[in-house]
């Protein structure tokens, strides 16, 4: 059986991804407003986990909120999702993860977008 993106990538390199992702999205100019007054270490470990879990992880739990829900009060719009997927990109290449292997994880969130932003740009409610 071939090995998950998880077992491929190692759940250190997620980790340091992550939280390097998370370190720049909190000082971005476009998306770093979302973050005002949030955990930031909070944030990092959840989405240590629910990366994880995307990527294939069996024995790790994501115990965060259903993206939906989790997003919902939030003004996203398609730009601040881009603008997410350029920072991830950005943090992954720069840690030298493998272009196929960078290519599926930003291909995995992408399929995610319709649960954070919808067809016209704006926030569910």
């Keep these: 059986m071939p090995l998950s993106l998880y077992e491929r990538i190692g759940q250190a390199f997620i ?3 992550v939280t390097e992702f998370y370190l720049r999205a909190f000082s971005d100019p476009i998306i770093g407003h979302f973050f005002f007054n949030k955990d930031r270490a909070e944030l990092t470990e959840k989405q240590i986990a629910f990366a994880s879990r ?3 992880a069996k ?3 994501y115990r965060g909120a259903p993206l939906r829900q989790a997003h919902s009060q939030l003004p996203l719009r398609l730009a601040h999702f881009r603008r997410r997927q ?3 990109g950005d943090v992954l290449h720069a840690k030298k993860l493998e272009a196929s292997l960078r290519e599926a994880w930003l291909g995995l969130e992408e399929d995610l977008r319709p649960l954070i932003v919808n067809a016209e740009g704006t ?3």
């Design 15 to 17: 980790t340091d991804a």
């Design 54 to 56: 995307m990527l294939g």
């Design 59 to 61: 024995d790790i739990r």
């Design 86 to 88: 350029v920072i991830m």
């Design 123 to 125: 926030c569910h409610s």
